[in-house]
């Protein structure tokens, strides 16, 4: 099983109805190797030995031919979330015995953490008092579009934009990475002292749970998306209190925490 359906609220020109959308699951799995925590990896579920194994030769670990003994730990809701793997020590290779882990080539939220009680939430629920229409949202994705210069003159890249309560653009930056790109709008404005400002948070791909993590940390209670959002995506942006929205394109959006609550917010009045 790699989706799920959830609820939204979709609201196309004028017209909103209430819709079961299938999201790609997103939960994460944590690998122990000979019994000790290694890394915390997000993916989707199945074929979890073929990424646990290409990991492992990615990261310098384990590039023998020989099949590698696998054994569930935990399951939650009949997903694995934790796994361990037997490799004899003198098989390890120079990456598990220089102590890399995956946190030294990720900025996610998660990847990189040696165990799943490692992931913590801090802080208060958001909350946001804007009022704004769905083509409010278009016309700040349309002012982001114009000024993405890389991606203009490249193609090649994603984009992250921070907005004010007054829709007025405070950054935006681009960056190969989706996770970099609005790492680098939060830092701007931390160094610009406007962060208090933030209100929205655009971006030009998909939103996964590092970026609700992100903007939750940065206190940015909007999250607009150009395409997808996975399941955890969306479970965490309910408990952290932010209002995800996805596939704004094409005059159409789809909300997906707490789409009850905005119904009377949203339209193309």
């Known amino acids: ?10 609201i196309d020109q004028g017209n909103h109805a ?10 994460p799995l944590q690998i122990n ?23 492992l030769f990615a990261e310098d670990i384990y590039k023998n031919e020989t099949n590698l003994v696998y054994k569930i730990i935990e399951k939650e809701q009949n997903i694995t979330t934790i796994i361990n793997v037997t ?10 015995l220089n102590k890399r882990t995956l946190l030294s080539v990720s900025s996610c939220g ?31 994705f349309s002012k982001m579009n114009g000024i993405q210069k ?5 193609g090649g890249s994603h984009a992250a934009a921070i907005f004010n309560q007054k829709k007025e653009i405070l950054s935006i930056k681009e960056d190969i990475g989706r996770h970099n790109a609005v790492d680098k709008t939060i830092g701007d ?3 610009t002292d406007q962060l208090k400002s933030a209100e929205y948070l ?35 942006a309910k408990e952290f209190g932010i209002c995800l929205i996805g596939f704004a394109r094409n005059q159409k959006i789809t909300i997906y925490s707490n789409p009850s609550m905005l119904i009377t917010k949203l339209s193309y009045a």
């Open 189 to 191: 404005l931390l160094i």
């Open 150 to 154: 890389t991606f203009i003159s490249s």
């Open 1 to 10: 099983m790699q989706t799920t359906k959830y609820q939204g609220l979709k």
């Open 33 to 55: 190797i000979n019994n000790e925590a290694y890394t915390v990896v997000m993916r989707t579920p199945d074929d979890d030995d073929e990424l646990i194994r290409g990991l």
């Open 110 to 140: 998660i990847c990189g953490k040696k165990k799943l009680k490692d992931i913590k939430v801090y802080g208060k629920k958001l909350n946001s008092n804007s009022n704004f229409f769905a083509k409010d949202l278009h016309a700040m």
């Open 18 to 27: 209430f819709i079961d959308d299938d999201l790609v699951i997103e939960v």
């Open 202 to 236: 655009l971006v030009s791909g998909r939103v996964s749970y590092e970026i609700v993590s992100k903007a939750f940390f940065a206190k940015i209670p909007i999250i607009v998306a150009v395409s997808a959002c996975s399941s955890l995506a969306v479970d965490f």
């Open 87 to 96: 490799i004899p020590i003198q098989e390890l290779g120079k990456g598990y």
